[in-house]
């Protein structure tokens, strides 16, 4: 036979980054969602035709290439459906009309099969495809169970392996706290892993390159999250820490840039870079002494000329990588650039206003610096922080950028400690958007014990017309002891 790997024309190539759904002109021709595609086009064209029918050869070349290129960039193809929705590799897509059609046809082919979706872990050859297709395709009817569906996958030693449905016994509010627990868990794997790149005193080549790979992928996962739930994933940022505040703040600072890129409508693979690049902004400061750092009066000139030579570490630390691609130069231009602002001052001295990264980053920056208790004061509340932000828009930061970020966390944003006009204390949990929900958000009511009493919405109104609860004004969690967080981490009633 013939190797169709050979017979045929390559396929246009693809990356996770095409799966984001911007249109239906994107990629391969009518569908912007590659692996979508590329699976549909496969399992159809196979239960059409014989194993050996030329009209496979198309289908398989697309799929060889396709886990050729998407593998090795991001470790696995995951495509999962679930309650009537396609996820790959964890991010939700957005399906266009036409694709529902197509859709429906994955669903019916998993459904028949008791599966809920596929992982492959390792690029297939054209081989590999094909015993993949006898399995799937031409086994007969009544041997499509999952068990031996599974079993059989196994025994053809490819690296296709079969998941089961998601979410089918589970509550929505059990799904609620599985997502926020892995949420705060991805969190949580970020700052420790940026904590012991900085705090290495044994670091060399091989030991910094592995940190940096797995800060990559926990980044990529961030992203993942962000794009399926931005609201659960904001809510990681609420997590302060003064005595931990580099590793915190460096893991703060990405969340909130990447919250605030996909609003923007930037790429998935952009949205990595920009959280790669918050991650390592501040890289620099740790040259800085800590007697400075932590100083609790005001630095005279000299200290501060000492402070302000971060930036500048921070490249000398980036630029240690063995190559320089455009993720690792987005790093040096953001951590050059994030203390510069919008209208031409700040420092290092530019010409030049700063690029769009660093602009991201900067209003991250400052909103979490802002909101995190210092040596030398306490912490703002986060409306505060943003009422005094909102002062310098356009000097210090691009108004237009500043606008979408205030509306992504809402005047009240997700973890601020709020006092009702009905007397009650409450944390607020979801935040942000449009309309009267960017100052109504949803809080988690806190009882007398100091514990979550439910989940209510500002929004709702009384018979009347009258809104039932109004916040009256925010308080700081520290006077009554509290960690707002770990509400927000347990909070699963959420309703919209």
């Known amino acids: 036979m013939t190797d169709p790997t050979k017979s045929q024309q390559p396929t246009q190539r693809v990356t996770i980054d095409d799966l984001a759904l911007r249109g239906a002109d994107n990629v391969l021709g009518e569908g912007p969602n590659a692996v979508m595609h590329t699976w549909f086009q496969l399992f159809r064209t196979a239960q059409i035709h014989a194993i050996d029918n030329q009209a496979l050869q198309r289908p398989i070349v697309a799929m060889v290439e396709m886990t050729n290129d998407v593998v090795p960039r991001e470790g696995h193809v995951s495509f999962q459906a679930k309650d009537k929705s396609i996820f790959v590799n964890g991010a939700k897509l957005r399906l266009s009309t036409d694709e529902y059609e197509l859709a429906g046809a994955v669903f019916d082919f998993f459904e028949e099969r008791g599966m ?19 399995v799937l395709v031409y086994t007969p009817p009544a041997d499509r169970k999952f068990e031996k569906l599974d079993a059989a996958l196994k025994a053809a030693g490819i690296p296709f392996r079969l998941n089961k449905p998601l979410g089918a016994s589970k509550s929505n509010e059990e799904m609620a706290l599985e997502r926020r627990s892995y949420t705060f868990f991805t969190y949580s794997k970020l700052v420790v892993l940026y904590r012991s790149l900085i705090s290495d005193d044994k670091l060399n080549m091989q030991r910094r390159t592995y940190y940096l790979k797995k800060i990559a992928r926990t980044i990529q996962a961030l992203v993942d999250i962000c794009i399926e739930d931005d609201h659960t994933f904001l809510g990681s940022s609420s997590v302060k820490s003064g005595e931990a505040y580099a590793p915190h703040h460096a893991a703060n600072v990405a969340v909130l840039s990447i919250a605030l890129g996909e609003k923007l409508g930037l790429s998935k693979v952009a949205l990595a870079d920009l959280g790669l690049a918050a991650v390592f902004h501040d890289v620099g400061i740790r040259s800085c002494p800590a007697e400075l750092l932590e100083k609790r009066q005001a630095l005279d000139a000299s200290e501060r000329a000492v402070i302000e030579q971060h930036p500048l570490r921070s490249v000398e630390y980036l630029l240690q990588e063995r190559t320089f691609s455009k993720s690792v130069l987005s790093r040096i231009v953001v951590a050059f650039e994030h203390h510069r602002t919008y209208d031409g001052a700040g420092y290092p001295f530019g010409s030049r206003r700063p690029d769009l990264m660093a602009r991201i980053v900067t209003i991250a920056d400052v909103y979490d610096a802002l909101t995190t208790q210092r040596p030398w004061r306490k912490a703002h509340l986060p409306d505060e922080a943003l009422g005094m932000m909102m002062r310098e828009s356009g000097k210090r930061f691009d108004p237009a950028l500043l606008s979408v970020f205030v509306n992504t966390l809402g005047l009240y944003p ?23 929900r960017i100052s109504r958000p949803i809080v988690a009511l806190l009882g007398r014990d100091g514990k979550p009493a439910g989940t209510v919405d500002l929004a709702e109104r009384a018979p009347s017309g009258s809104y039932k609860r109004t916040v009256t004004a925010s308080e700081d969690p520290a006077k009554y002891g509290l960690q707002t967080s770990a509400f927000v981490a347990g909070s699963a009633g959420v309703t919209q």
Do not use: N, Q
């Open 116 to 134: 809920g979706g596929f992982t492959i872990s390792k690029p297939m050859d054209a081989d590999a495809v094909r015993k993949l297709l006898a």
């Open 414 to 436: 997700i973890g601020t400690l709020v006092r009702l006009d009905s007397g009650e204390l409450a944390v607020v949990v979801y935040s942000g958007g449009e309309g009267e």
